[in-house]
């Protein structure tokens, strides 16, 4: 890779149970979420963290709700949970 070209891009799998959730949000707040997952994808910028054990695969802060995502594979990441943050840690 040549210094200053974008990174390759991921694909993004959505499990049911985040589907699910990404639709129970209302749409603007839902559209906020999305671009910041793609700005992350992207861009490689964003608060993501490793979730320590017993928790699996990483979180991103997108405002007051975190979407929670696995590694597939090197191109692709799973998304199993978009919660608000007074939920998601119960």
């Not at 799998?13 to 639709?23: D, I, K, M, Q, T």
């Not at 559209?31 to 793609?38: A, E, K, V």
Request: aromatic residues 8%; hydrophobic residues 35%; contains cysteine.
């Amino acid at each position: 890779m040549s210094e200053g070209a974008a990174p390759e891009p991921i694909t993004i799998v959505w499990s049911p149970e985040g589907r699910g959730n990404l639709r129970a949000i209302d749409r603007e707040t839902a559209m906020q979420i999305l671009y910041c997952l793609d700005r992350y994808l992207t861009s490689r910028t964003g608060d993501v963290k490793k979730l320590k054990p017993p928790l699996p695969g990483f979180r991103l802060r997108c405002g007051d709700y975190r979407v929670f995502f696995d590694l597939r594979d090197e191109n692709a990441i799973e998304v199993t949970a978009v919660l608000n943050r007074r939920d998601a840690y119960r």
